[in-house]
Nanobody, 115 residues
Framework: QAQLVESGGGLVQAGGSLRLSCAAS????????MGWYRQAPGKQREQVAA???????NYVDSVKGRFTISRDNAKKTVYLEMNSLTPEDTAVYYC?????????WGQGTQVTVSS
C-alpha cells in the first residue's frame, strides 16, 4: 500500500529554520518526481519545491534562496530544508509523489512561523 508520511513541522520564530521529511513506502520512489506543496488558510494549495527523479530541483520564486529540496533514493525520503522563515510561510505542508500511473499525497504537516 502506497504511503507518504511527513514529519518535521512545528512552531518556529521568524528567521528560524525547519527541516521537513517525507518517507515513502509502497511506491517506485526512484522514478517518482517528488514535490512539496503548502496550503495556508483561505488560500489554494501551491507547489513550493519539486525535485525530478534525476535530482533536478525547482522552486517557487517566494522560497528561492531560502528553501532546499533534496532526495535520498536509498531511504525513499525527500527533504525540505527551510531557512529564514517568515510568517507568510505558515501553512500545512504536503508531500507529493508523481508517477506515470497516478499522484500520491501525504497527510500534511503544520508549519507555523510566529512574528
Amino acid at each position: 500500500q502506497a504511503q507518504l508520511v511527513e514529519s518535521g513541522g512545528g512552531l518556529v520564530q521568524a528567521g528560524g529554520s525547519l527541516r521537513l521529511s517525507c518517507a515513502a513506502s509502497g511506491i517506485f520512489f526512484s522514478i517518482a518526481a517528488m514535490g512539496w506543496y503548502r496550503q495556508a488558510p483561505g488560500k489554494q494549495r501551491e507547489q513550493v519545491a519539486a525535485v525530478t527523479s534525476g535530482g533536478t530541483p525547482n522552486y517557487v520564486d517566494s522560497v528561492k534562496g531560502r528553501f532546499t529540496i533534496s532526495r535520498d533514493n536509498a531511504k525513499k525520503t525527500v527533504y525540505l530544508e527551510m531557512n529564514s522563515l517568515t510568517p507568510e510561510d505558515t501553512a500545512v505542508y504536503y508531500c507529493n509523489a508523481k508517477l506515470p500511473s497516478r499522484n500520491y499525497w501525504g497527510q500534511g504537516t503544520q508549519v507555523t512561523v510566529s512574528s
